[in-house]
């Protein structure tokens, strides 16, 4: 079982025209967010499918898989530590989370950031301090800074919401869209748990908050009710 095995399975996989599909609509033309990202073109079953087969591959070989050009190679690569983490003791999980985050150049688009972060990061630091989620939060990296709001998603789930909010606030004047939807995203799931702390923050922040933020945490309400808030009430 070795990085070579995993691509050729994946490689098996392949569709061209799914591939063609993929590299636009994850916008990897010239001076867009993932420019020259390759894609083999595989359903994100098929490529789980293929991580639990692997789960077990030594980290000196899930290192070749994750720094892999080609997107689904990578995702494998952060599906085999979502695996592992499941079932690992506090060291290997640990040795997981220290292995994402040395590794976070290779997790650049929202795919990849979604899919795992808060499956390994945000469930590690549920009982441990946040301080690497404010770093994160500070890169100059977006793909960091996603990883940083993210991973709250674990937090959430436990009706735990003062890191999602601090760490939305500090990217509301983010420039790239993809940071606002995230921001967003979040807010909505606090929402379902507890709709007046979305509120709240969206009073208070109204006059910051990009409109695509705004829209994606308000999205849950009545329309009628949204429509008063986009047009500045509440």
């Not at 399975?9 to 993929?22: C, G, I, N, P, R």
């Not at 499918?49 to 077990?56: D, E, F, G, L, S």
Request: include cysteine.
């Amino acid at each position: 079982m070795n990085a070579k095995l995993l691509i050729e399975s994946l490689q098996t996989l392949a569709d061209k025209e799914k591939a063609t599909f993929l590299q636009r609509f994850f916008k990897t033309g010239k001076g867009q967010y993932a420019e020259g990202d390759i894609f083999l073109g595989i359903k994100v079953p098929e490529t789980r499918q293929v991580a639990k087969a692997y789960r077990n591959l030594a980290f000196s070989e899930i290192k070749k898989v994750v720094a892999n050009p080609v997107h689904e190679v990578r995702l494998c690569a952060l599906m085999i530590l979502v695996e592992r983490f499941k079932k690992a003791d506090e060291t290997e999980k640990k040795n997981i989370v220290d292995f994402y985050l040395s590794n976070t150049q290779y997790i650049n688009n929202w795919d990849l950031v979604d899919l795992s972060c808060y499956a390994i990061l945000g469930k590690y630091l549920l009982d441990k301090p946040r301080t690497v989620l404010y770093q994160l939060a500070k890169s100059k990296n977006m793909w960091e800074q996603r990883i940083a709001i993210v991973s709250t998603l674990a937090f959430i789930r436990q009706q735990e919401f003062a890191d999602t909010l601090a760490i939305a606030e500090m990217l509301l004047d983010h420039p790239h869209d993809l940071i606002h939807k995230a921001v967003g995203w979040m807010l909505r799931e606090i929402s379902k748990r507890d709709e007046s702390v979305m509120l709240d923050f969206v009073e208070t922040h109204y006059n910051q908050m990009p409109r695509t933020a705004l829209r994606y945490a308000i999205e849950r309400l009545p329309e009628e009710v949204r429509k008063g808030i986009l047009k500045g009430g509440r």
